[in-house]
Nanobody
Framework: QVLLVESGGGLVQAGGSLRLSCAAS????????MGWFRQAPGKEREYVAA????????YYADSVKGRFTISRDNAKNTVYLQMNSLKPEDTAVYYC?????????????????WGQGTQVTVSS
């Protein structure tokens, strides 16, 4: 079992920045690829970014490419999502997820563990 707890969400003006953190406990964090997903009101949850277990490879949805950066610190059992140049359309609940895999994953069904989510609201 892996417990994931997100933090760092909040209210920010358009153009601002936030850094989300996801702390993991339980099994060996470094054995898991990690991802960030988000769900806006009335919409399905969507993929945002993913990172492989070593942190050497990262992938992004087109909508956030160039603005968001995913990273991890395996010594701290934590994955991060740095979000810059935020837009109102980035408003959503953001979830981190873990997949027992060497490779980064982009599909929800590939992730076994999920956090409870953290709200990000971007005002215009």
């Amino acid at each position: 079992q892996v417990l994931l707890v997100e933090s760092g969400g909040g209210l920010v003006q358009a153009g601002g920045s936030l850094r989300l953190s996801c702390a993991a406990s339980g099994r060996t964090f470094s054995a898991y690829a990690m991802g960030w997903f988000r769900q806006a009101p009335g919409k399905e949850r969507e993929y945002v970014a993913a990172i492989n277990r070593s942190g050497g490879n990262t992938y992004y949805a087109d909508s956030v490419k160039g603005r968001f950066t995913i990273s991890r610190d395996n010594a701290k059992n934590t994955v991060y999502l740095q979000m810059n140049s935020l837009k109102p359309e980035d408003t959503a609940v953001y979830y981190c997820a873990g997949a027992y895999s060497s490779w980064a994953r982009a599909q929800e069904y590939e992730y076994e563990y999920w956090g409870q989510g953290t709200q990000v609201t971007v005002s215009s």
